[in-house]
């Protein structure tokens, strides 16, 4: 019988949790075994931007380290996980029965969105793993779209996930220079509180139009990119779908790393 995982949005935050102890780091080193292993993984990338949405087809895709300025180890990594063409081809006719123009790509590797949270939950890296483009000047709507059309590969025992961080201003971090156990502002407690509410409660609509209706939703996230992996696996979950915080910690004083499972 095949397995039906939840879908997930995850926070990655930033490529130093391979390398720094840290609750986030714990909980993902934790999880996959929790979870079990699906047939395969599909993972919307906050790092991973195009005008349509996108499928790598790679039988073995490369890595991408894009990120600068970070320790020689983090570049050495690995995360060999071979590709599906199968599940990007399938995907992409799945997005284009719901209207949706996709289409599978080949050249394109495992940004840090994804083998990052990966490499510690699935080390293994014997699963086959597909990523999905965002498109971040499509907001919201288009994302729970995209969502909705592949929420039957949860049926297949594909493991859905977005993967972005709850809250995201690297402008602020920079700023500040905080240590990773920094106090967290109240702006984005708040922000994070109104999250965990509107997740729990089901409310996708205002998951979706969070620019709109969250406190200090421009604050947090300055641009787009790693909020919209939230409102595609909160859809991707199926219609009346809930969310379960399963995990929150927060880096840097302005990084909540909350992790949620959606089911």
């Known amino acids: 019988m095949t397995q039906t995982f939840p879908t997930l949005y995850i926070s990655h935050g930033s490529p130093m949790v391979m390398l720094e102890n840290s609750a986030a780091r714990d909980f993902l080193s934790g999880y996959g075994r929790e979870l079990g292993a699906p047939r395969a993984i599909l993972v919307a990338s906050a790092h991973f931007e195009a005008r349509a949405p996108l499928l790598t087809a790679d039988r073995e895709p490369?890595?991408?380290?894009?990120?600068?300025?970070f320790p020689r180890a983090l570049f050495e990594m690995q995360y060999p996980a071979p590709g599906s063409p199968e599940l990007a081809l399938r995907a992409a006719n799945m997005l284009g029965e719901a209207g949706i123009a996709a289409r599978p790509v080949e050249g394109r590797g495992f940004d840090h969105g994804t083998w990052v949270p990966l490499k510690l939950m699935y080390p293994q890296a014997?699963?086959?793993?597909?990523?999905?483009?965002?498109?971040?000047?499509?907001?919201?709507?288009?994302?729970?779209a995209l969502g909705r059309a592949l929420a039957p590969l949860r049926e297949e025992g594909v493991l859905i996930i977005g993967s972005g961080s709850i809250t995201?201003?690297?402008?602020?971090?920079?700023?500040t220079r905080a240590a990773i156990d920094a106090p967290t502002p109240d702006w984005v407690m708040k922000f994070d509180e109104w999250v965990l509410e509107k997740t729990t409660t089901g409310a996708?609509?205002?998951?979706?139009?969070?620019?709109?209706?969250a406190p200090y939703?421009?604050?947090n996230h300055p641009s787009a990119d790693h909020y919209l992996p939230l409102p595609f696996a909160m859809a991707a979950a199926g219609e009346g779908a809930r969310g379960r915080r399963v995990h929150s910690s927060c880096q840097y004083g302005v990084l909540m790393m909350d992790a949620y499972a959606f089911a």
């Open 168 to 175: 995201h201003n690297l402008r602020e971090l920079m700023r």
């Open 62 to 69: 490369e890595m991408i380290y894009d990120f600068g300025g």
């Open 126 to 144: 014997d699963i086959p793993v597909v990523q999905l483009s965002i498109q971040t000047n499509l907001g919201g709507e288009h994302h729970v």
């Open 204 to 213: 996708l609509d205002d998951i979706a139009h969070y620019l709109e209706r």
């Open 217 to 219: 939703a421009r604050e």
